[in-house]
């Protein structure tokens, strides 16, 4: 596992993990152990593109969700705080793959209610799926049995649509979460220091991944896990999507 972006920890923040299993539970203790930004990638044997080949790369709507962490543990989404990391993270990636040099076209969400909208949606919820049985198990001690050795993930032929309707080479996904405690969470916190227990804090977690449109297949997928940073913020946004795209090859 690769550490980077060595960040100072923020004691008010606290973070949403979906559907990670073991997973979390091993980068949790890495995070709050090293206090700082832990990025782990894999690359597939498959499908990678060429250094040079200048690949036309589809790039998805970022899907972004903050939350506010409560003082009985709960996630409650914010919809101000979401929006604004949206338009943050959205700008950053634009800048950061315009700084690599790549060819990339804008995903275009559908707005008529049809095949074609159903159709991109279930791909999505694919992804979205795929992406956490990823973390669940290549990133656990749990891996699967047919895949402890190798990196063999997919969506499938459904990306075949996109890749029709763009003209590109891959589709890049970028999934990002991240929570802040309220006042009564915060006060637990600061309660609980003074006695010497501890409650749980939080982290910033998220992948992103690039997916050969010819086969279907992830070519690419890094995984990140921050106890600092903050979306909500231009700079907070563009560290932390630097830090899921450093290894990406493009």
Known sequence: MTTSGIRAADGGRASFVSSVGHAVAALLLAVFVSGCAITNSHVSTNGVPTPGSSPKVLVMVPDVELYVFTAGGLNETNAEWTAMAKGHVDTALAEILESMSVSAVDYEVVQDVGPESLAEAQVLKLH???GAAIIDHKYSIYPLPTKEDSFDWGLGEGVTGLKEKYDADYVLFVYLRDSFSSGGRVALNILTAVI??????????????????????????????NNAGDLRTPEGSKAATLDLLEEAPL
Request: cysteine-free.
């Open 128 to 130: 979205e799926a795929v």
């Open 196 to 225: 010497g227990a501890g409650v749980k804090g939080g982290v910033q977690s998220g992948y992103a991944s690039l997916i050969d449109l010819n086969s279907g297949d992830v070519v690419w997928f890094n995984s990140l896990v």
